[in-house]
């Protein structure tokens, strides 16, 4: 009976009416058919939003706020900064949760509908990447407080200096879908110039746990690199999130419906509200990625003539929606999205595993693409190493539009492409090739579009779609080949460090024993040690960062930045320039006039002339490559350091041969056996910890004999 | 260093003892002039295992073939090895300066001090110990190193000799003079050791296990049948082996070997007749060609009808490896283990007693060794 109900009133078509029938038992049902609000509906669906359990309903609660405040905040440009408090209450099975930000605050004639209504919001029309969509949210938190604690909620908002801090008890009235506010007043003791604060007792419960409200924030500040998480749990321990960048992320823009991704209905609404007077103009203006001569083909695949979009009949507008998919339109602009970055990705990691000290970060942010009409884009990370159980099935993090997915995992979109990539291959235990990976390592997958496709309402696991799953997978099996170098670097490694035991302690102890018992002197022992090694030794490097406080470094625009396009496509490498040095070491390319050459360039003259600059405070980076030849004979090659982007090269000793955007390149001259030489470079501009886990690559020397560098492959 | 050994038992004792130092002193040179001619250092030695043991038609015995294993300092393994040998050939050398000796298990408790010499487990430094006899042809006991007391024992109608402490002699009767456990075989039964004086009992019986020792003793299975038994206990150390050898040499004593129906009595009858794959360096030494195998076999099982369990999967593999075993290629041996593999069962020596505790002295004994044409 009510399921009959229910569809009458979703249905769209207003009141049901009772219509005049033949049938008297229609007559009789009709009786009992009336309308269910919205707010009905979900009051006797709660599970639909997340709130099926007590534990879930609190970090659903959290979620919903906390969301809100990172979406208010980014749009206005304002570093978040949130407070979480889950207080006890004088019922056990009843909790208090405050969330508090710094964001842009709510105008006082607003509040009642964001918080006491459900179904408004301003991002449900907009097509744009962001957290909340569809305006249900936090008013759905509001409406289970009222219904499980018969609390209303406290709202106290605050727009900017000189307007008051405004506080008022919210609730809901769920047979109108209407904002029911009591006891409205001024807040003296508001202390922040903006921001929004909501209290709500809930039924709930806190708890410890993956699935709990610590590790939802945990996860939250991984993707939220630029947000400040404070939380108070309920037993009072105080835990900081800190943020690891001061930058907000680029706002995400509007966009327009792409016509892949619009449905009949959508059309015809559109049609109806359109300004327009003529279809071309209809098409090329309210859709993306519609020109005026893919409108035409639009229309000659329609079989229409060019007339006025409001007189549009549901036939004409079923034939243009056919048409949509016929003709070739090109791909929606993907520059609306805002990516997380794979350096930023790789500092939350980095941070919020701490306590596991992982051996190995790696994060992938794959171009944007495409999933029927909707732009989206993929990023991935791994962690690998440290205090993870290497027995068990590696965990994963799932995020849709910097939001963490901790529920229904089985069903995801990213769960199941990790499932489907062939880890053995990369060094994590699998059995048969397939199904979820064992090792010490969790991977991050993030999925950001302006539409991610939830398989519910409750927003806890994408879809499995195609094209996302192709993206997924490709970011993962990026990300897994460079697990898959380091673990054959770090085997390597240990293969060679056991030669070192052999030649460094074993070695030694064999020369001076059979010396000593034989009554002769001690052998040397170098050739030998070159012959067992037989390798060229390059150590990991070490690496200091000093904080140019209050200074500015030169650092080059970089074209993506530049031009707010699609992404740059060729990245011009600029600034090469050889070294002064090289030219006057040719023909005595020996270790002492390299040294020498490297000697006479000035240690710290500033950054090479570049043509676009701007000023950027950051970090110097002072790093020391030390390499060894153990082989028998001398040994000369290429070296190469893989620099960050947003870099700016300093100085280095010896000089190198060249300098890119993306790296350095030094001619190593002849080594002779058991020689070492020392490599320092330093580089501006770059975060903390940004050249710590750099790549090194060698040209022009057999790669079996190297460890710890990869072959170069070819520049950019 | 890997020439084919040369038996220096003759020799006396401190001959023997320079002999070995040499040796050792030869190691340590090989090792330090590759050293300072800038080679990797190495040393030779014939690989120890199953498929390198050939038949010696002088000697009749299975001895170590051409197949030579080298031990590197290019691998961590290998010059560990190699750094134990110095620090070993330098400990022999103090024992043999201060006319010391030391078991197996203190040698390895002494490598304790050896810093990155030290071994790991006591198998490691027996093995050792073993190498160097294969590399330099001199013999455990020329290192001054002895293995731990076992406890093996004779008893028959013969007469030992021995020199006790302060080089005193003292003679023994073999069943007068011991109590039922018999008369205890000492680690070095050398003949400047331990002399036979009296041998009496007409051939030997050497048996695998304590209770059916201890059966054929309570039996007088010896004095009844005028035979020596000795009691192997399990795989048999040198010593038990060498003993056996000296009856079987010096006296013409006809030995049988008397073990359970497994594949792993098969390998003691093996060790003591053919010698063993881990000893093929002085099997001409160890090994009694004439032994003969009197039972449990297979064929026993059928015929007596004896109780059985099932092979493991361990035996089953130990049977399939002595087909391949050179020392077990010929028809008998093939129909024996082919048969216990076709059965899939194995018998205990003390199965006998299903029919009593005497038929294994009353019925099954005469029968195989009037069979064996031992006993008429």
């Known amino acids: 009976m009510a399921g009959v109900a229910k569809a009458t009133t979703l249905d769209g078509a207003g009141e049901p009416k009772a219509k005049k029938g033949k049938a008297p038992i229609a007559e009789t049902l009709a009786l009992a058919q009336k309308e269910i609000s919205v707010a009905e509906f979900f009051e006797r669906n709660r599970q639909i939003l997340g709130f099926d359990s007590p534990v879930k309903a609190l970090i659903t609660a959290i979620k919903e706020a906390t969301d809100n405040s990172l979406d208010a905040c980014e749009e206005s440009g304002i570093l978040p900064d949130i407070l979480i408090e889950v207080h006890k209450t004088a019922h056990a099975d009843e909790l208090r949760i405050c969330v508090e930000d710094n964001g842009p605050g709510i105008v006082k004639r607003q509040l009642g509908n964001i918080f006491g209504r459900l179904l408004y919001g301003s991002r449900f029309h907009a097509i744009r990447q962001s957290r909340g969509q569809q305006g249900i949210g936090i008013s759905a938190v509001v409406l289970y407080g009222q219904l499980t604690t018969g609390h209303h909620a406290v709202v106290t908002s605050k727009i900017g200096v000189g307007h008051p801090a405004v506080r008022v008890e919210m609730g809901l009235n769920t047979k109108k879908n209407e904002p029911e506010m009591f006891n409205e007043a001024m807040d003296e003791s508001w202390t922040k110039p903006s921001g929004t604060r909501i209290e709500v007792t809930i039924k709930a419960k806190f708890q410890g746990g993956r699935q709990s409200a610590f590790e939802f924030l945990r996860s939250t500040s991984i993707v939220n690199p630029h947000a400040r998480f404070t939380f108070l749990d309920p037993t009072g321990v105080k835990t900081v999130f800190e943020r690891v960048t001061d930058e907000v992320p680029a706002k995400t823009t509007e966009i327009k419906p792409h016509p892949h991704g619009t449905e009949l209905g959508t059309i015809l609404k559109m049609a109806r509200d359109a300004k327009q007077r003529k279809l071309t103009g209809f098409l090329t203006e309210e859709f993306s990625s519609v020109g005026s001569d893919t409108a035409r083909k639009i229309l000659s695949e329609a079989k229409l003539e060019n007339v006025d979009p409001k007189d549009l009949s549901r036939e004409e507008a079923r034939r243009l929606h056919e048409a949509f998919a016929k003709v070739k339109i090109m791909a929606p602009p993907t520059d609306c999205l805002s990516p997380i970055g794979e350096q930023l990705v790789r500092r939350g990691l980095k941070k919020e595993t701490e306590d596991v000290s992982p051996e190995f970060i790696t994060t992938v942010t794959r171009p944007p693409s495409v999933w029927g009409g909707h732009p989206f884009q993929v990023e991935v990370g791994i962690v690998y190493g440290g205090t993870l159980p290497a027995e068990e099935q590696v965990r994963i993090l799932r995020f849709a539009n910097r939001v963490p997915l901790l529920y229904q995992g089985g069903g995801c979109a990213s769960t199941v492409t990790v499932q489907d990539v062939d880890w053995r291959r990369y060094g994590l235990d699998q059995r048969g090739g397939n199904g979820m990976p064992t090792g010490p390592a969790i991977l991050l997958v993030h999925v950001a579009s302006t539409k991610v496709p939830f398989t519910s309402e409750a927003k806890e696991a994408i879809a499995p779609m195609e094209e996302i799953q192709k993206e997924v997978k490709l970011g993962l099996q990026e990300a897994a080949r460079h697990l898959g170098r380091h673990l054959a670097k770090k085997a390597k490694r240990a293969k060679v460090s056991e030669k070192f035991t052999l030649v460094n302690k074993i070695l030694p102890e064999l020369a001076k024993k059979s010396a000593a018992m034989l009554g002769k002197p001690t052998p040397d022992l170098s050739t030998i040690v070159c012959k067992i090694m037989d390798v060229v030794w390059i150590e990991d490097p070490i690496v200091a960062y000093e904080k140019l406080e209050g200074q500015t470094v030169m650092v080059r625009k970089k074209a993506e930045k530049a031009e707010a396009g699609a992404p740059a496509p060729g990245k011009e490498a600029k600034g090469e320039k050889d070294a002064k040095g090289d030219k006057k070491a040719k023909g005595k390319a020996t270790l002492e006039a390299f040294a020498e050459a490297a000697l006479e360039t000035a240690p710290a003259d500033g950054a090479p002339a570049a043509p676009e600059v701007q000023q950027k405070p950051a970090h110097l980076a002072k790093s020391t490559i030390t390499m060894t030849n153990y082989m028998m004979g001398s040994k000369k090659f290429r070296f190469f350091v893989v620099v960050p982007e947003t870099s700016v090269f300093v100085s280095a000793t010896p000089e190198p041969k060249t300098v890119k955007d993306r790296y350095l390149m030094w001619e190593i001259p002849a080594m002779k056996p058991t020689e070492k030489l020392a490599l320092t470079y330093q580089v501006a501009g770059v975060e903390k910890g940004g050249v710590d886990d750099v790549e090194t690559f060698v040209e022009g020397i057999n790669e079996l004999h190297v460890v710890g560098a990869d072959p170069w492959r070819g520049g950019e | ?376």
């Open chain 2, 1 to 376: 260093m890997a020439a084919a050994p040369k038996t220096k038992r003759s020799a006396d004792k401190a001959e023997r003892e320079q002999v070995a130092l040499k040796s050792l002193q030869a190691i340590a040179t090989q090792v330090y002039t590759h050293l300072s001619k800038a080679v990797i250092p190495e040393v030779q030695l014939p690989s120890r295992n199953k498929g390198n043991i050939v038949f010696d038609e002088k000697h009749r015995v299975w001895k170590y073939g051409a197949e030579m294993t080298t031990r590197s300092a290019k691998s961590v393994d290998g010059a560990y090895m190699l750094l134990r040998t110095m620090y070993l050939s330098d400990f022999i050398k103090e024992m043999i300066d201060q006319n010391k000796s030391s078991t197996l298990r203190e040698m390895y408790y002494i490598s304790e001090g050896w810093d990155l010499a030290k071994f790991h487990s006591q198998d490691e430094s027996d093995l050792l110990g073993e190498d160097l006899e294969v590399m330099t042809t001199s013999m455990r006991e020329d290192f001054k190193l002895r293995p731990e007391e076992n406890g093996a024992a004779i008893v028959g109608d013969l007469k030992v000799v021995e020199t006790i402490r302060n080089n005193q002699k003292r003679t023994l009767h073999c069943q007068d003079d011991v109590g039922e456990t018999g008369y205890h075989i000492p680690y070095n039964v050398e003949p400047d050791r331990l002399a036979f004086k009296d041998v009496k009992a007409d051939f030997v019986v050497a048996i695998e296990t304590g209770g059916m020792f201890a059966r054929l003793v309570e039996n007088e299975f010896d004095t009844k049948n005028n035979c020596a038994l000795v009691h192997l206990k399990g795989q048999p150390a040198r010593c038990t082996r060498r003993l056996i050898k000296r009856l079987n040499e010096e006296h013409d004593l006809p030995v049988v070997v008397f073990t359970d129906g497994d594949p792993w009595s098969f390998r003691i009858f093996a060790s003591v007749a053919y010698g063993a794959i881990k000893t093929a360096h002085i099997s001409e030494y160890l090994a009694t060609p004439t032994a003969q195998f009197m039972g449990i076999t297979p064929s026993d099982i059928v015929n007596y009808d004896l109780p059985t369990d099932k092979l493991s999967e361990q035996d089953v593999d130990a049977l399939k490896a002595e087909l391949v075993d050179p020392r077990f290629d010929d028809d008998w041996w093939r129909g024996e283990i082919n048969l216990q593999l076709e059965m899939n069962k194995k018998s205990e020596q003390q199965a006998l007693a299903k029919y009593g505790l005497n038929f294994v002295t009353d019925t099954y004994l005469p029968e195989k060794l009037t069979e064996m044409g031992i006993l008429k």
